[in-house]
């Protein structure tokens, strides 16, 4: 192929990608006109979708209530602290084997791995945990985020951004998974040359000369690798990673990526559309109500601490001075009496307030308002005030496996594999290298999914102790390494505090050499249990 074919080959590459990118635009164009008037009255510093505002611009004129915007920080807020806390443990890596065939050293592998990774995520200033916050607001408020993890093949580190939803179009595969992004942005000049160089339009690169500062428009597409086009470079990944100059039709790169850069989590799919519904969503019809009914109270109270004057005519009321301290001349007639009067509506302002105030309540709780916040009733526990609250944590359970599939599994395989082609993890035990890993969440709100089964643990432990207590040989019935792993597992413990059961074994065993035998002892379990159900229930066998 000579060097003209390709060129032309590389412009018509560019026209088809940026026809794909605009057919995608128009199919969401309704859409785009709900989230704008979603963003400008629960996110107005997002409220770029049917036009681009200018820094500084003033973006809360028709806000004339804060609760909405409020309740979607507290709700983001509330999930950054339930999934992606960087204070707590949120994800740990297992293997992909049943527990008796996980050998030491691939535990020991495995919390290795992880904790390198949560130091790599809390790394360069805690930068993921900064934007991620953004994709979980982006998330409560359009249905949809777009988080973006590049690769420094220099550094072997990853960058991670949140894309703004106004940028990005995304499409579906036959699985109705998200593989394909368009991503429309603008750089400067001098951004543009510092990223590709030569490769630049002339215009371009003059402007560089004189107009460092001026903005032209590129297209960013991520799609699998086999619905590219004629590709130059990174023909052995998986997806291809294409930049268009949009004004000048120029294809200005042509690579690749080994995994999906991008991770598109949505907050549900009711719509069967390809972008997610939120909570904002269902929460705008009182949102605007709740604006207009705050706007008329205001108008309202306004009238009545500043009432409007009657007077007979407009000459009446010129030269009139209202201002404190003022003197009106001519405001009585001969007879003493008032020639002006307030205009007393009779509106009834605290009606306006509490129906405000339902509205409030009814935004609140689309945005799970009662689930996030923790009040301790009278009378109540400590242990029973938890107890409660995991069991309304339990209730985003369908939003929490959503995020885990489309957001934060996509990303640790991303993370495991930048750090991998970085040199950055050891190398693999034998055992690993032939069977996977899986990915299992750990995070405070993880944890309160999985609860359920220790509490049962702990419960029919309690319930037995009664019995056991005059009965002890019913501990029999019950395998006590088995409720002790699974209550460890449930409360996600890490895998190095568990032995495996080859070690537990050889300890019994040195431990029974060891010792003299006790008359009427049992290590394997029975009086173990029976111990344990005696101080559960308070009693004494």
Known sequence: MTHQDSKQLDHTLARDLIRRQESLAAERATLDHLWQEIAELMQPMRADFTHLRQPGEKRSQKIFDGTAGQAAENLAAGLWGLITNAANDWFTLRADLAEEEEAQETKLWLDEVTRRMRASFAGNGQRFYARVMELYADLVTFGTGVFYVEEDAETGRAHYSCRHLAECFVAENARDEIDTVF??????????????????????????????????????????????????????????????????????????????????????????????????????????????????????????????????????????????????????????????????????????LELEEQRRDAVRQAFYFSLLMMVQQPNQTATEVLARQEEKLRLMGPHLGRIQAEFLDPLIRRQFGIMRRGGQLPPPPRQLRERGIRIDCVSPLARAQRAGEGAAIVRALESLAPIGAIKPEIYDNIDADAAARALAQSFGAPNILLRTKAAVEELRAAEKDAAPAMPGGDAAGGDLLGNLGAMLGGNAA
């Open 183 to 352: 991503r429309r942005f603008q750089f400067t000049a001098r951004q543009a040359v510092a990223r590709w160089g030569e490769a630049c339009h002339p215009a371009i690169q003059r402007a560089l000369e004189k107009e460092p500062d001026r903005r032209f428009t590129f297209l960013h597409a991520v799609m699998p690798r086999d619905e590219a086009g004629p590709q130059k470079r990174g023909t052995a990944m998986a997806f291809a990673s294409q930049y268009v100059d949009v004004e000048h039709g120029q294809l200005l790169s042509d690579g690749g990526y080994h995994e999906f850069p991008y991770q598109v989590p949505r907050w549900s799919t009711g719509s069967r559309g390809i972008y997610g519904d939120s909570p904002a969503m269902l929460a705008l019809p009182d949102v605007k109500m709740l604006n207009a009914m705050s706007k008329t109270t205001i108008i309202a109270a306004q009238k009545a601490v500043d009432p409007p004057l009657l007077a007979i005519d407009e000459i009446a009321v010129r030269g009139l001075r209202t201002h404190p301290g003022g003197i009106i001349y001519g405001g009585l007639d001969e007879n003493g009496r008032r020639r002006y009067e307030p205009l007393q509506s009779g509106g009834n302002i605290g009606l306006g």
